[in-house]
């Protein structure tokens, strides 16, 4: 149990999942992650800014008693998902006289998911502040990072923003501030493309919205506390933006070769012409970094042989997890192989309802690769290269 001071009278109580390995049944997380919960404690009130998934509550309670409160006054929850809420209800029998601090859409969500009673809400809109005594909160919304209700907290005074998901990291570690940069990086880039980003266009509101705020601290509910907010608002600025790199992406399966034959040709036919190239083989893929590979590519190229006419349902399960994610791929296609009829071309262009890429040629092959096949890839490879001079990320 390791509570850890921010600035004066402010503390992170909250608890590291060191050993967590999945999210949401869905995220890979190589590094676990944490649940930071932060005391506030003022002159004459005290809050607590978020909480802790249910399964570390005896970490909360136990930090709690470490910093010795007496009581808190305020439970502020910024982000209802469970991670950070589903400690509240133990919170509150522990502390009776404690409210649940959020706003309108917060309320539903944790009478809905908590069955937290209405009498123990206060509501706060955009802008409106909560005194603390010699510390004031003021609450802003930020909707859709990561659901909805999604809002920040400012302590004013300290000049701390309290932003939940929003420039988190699952990066469990023992230190309560950022130490090694590369590191967080990685993790945040990782964090973003599997959370965030198909969230970035608001993400470019919320940044506004947090340039016109007076903060020296980013302080969210996973991973390292930001002492240099720059680093972190940077890194988002980069990764939200339209501007995409030289970058292709080819997320495959291959059941006899034959679409591994495929990949192959085209990602050394691609590299000759000096564009990156990630393939990836979707049977031993960690699918966060394939995530974190889709922040930035112009271009994704999913390969996939015919599985009974279709593609492959691993093919099809990245495909739907790319569209989810919605990164700024400009262009797409398929290539692959079948043995005696298929419709995976139509298929997995049909899922693409969410990126809309433009659409190159797609290359499918039946059987194993043919001399047509290699004349159908060197064009495609001479189409990918033509676009992405045209967008001028290739000289
Ligand atoms: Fe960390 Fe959306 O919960």
Redesign the pocket.
Known sequence: MTIAKLKPNIYFVGAKHYDRRLFDELIPLPEGTTYNAYLVIGSEKTALIDSVDGAKFYVLKENLKKAKIKTIDYLVSN?T?Q??SESLVELIKLYPKAKVVTNAKGKDHLMVHLHIPEEKFIVKGEGETLSLGDKTLQFFNIPWV??PETMMTLAQEDKIVFT??LF?THLAQSEPFVVDKAKTYSSAKRYYAE?MMPFRKLIRKHIEKLEGIDFDMIAP??GPVHQNPEFIINAYKDWISDDVKNEVVIPYVSMHHSVKEMVEYLTCALAEKGITVKPFNLTVTDIGELAMELVDAATIVIGTPAVLTGAHPAAVYATYLANALRPKAKFATVIGSFGWKCQMKEQIVGMLTRIRPELLEPVVVRGKMTDEGRKALDKLADSIEAKHKELKILK
């Open positions: 982000h998902e991670d950070h990561h659901w939940c998901d988190g959370i509910s996973h």
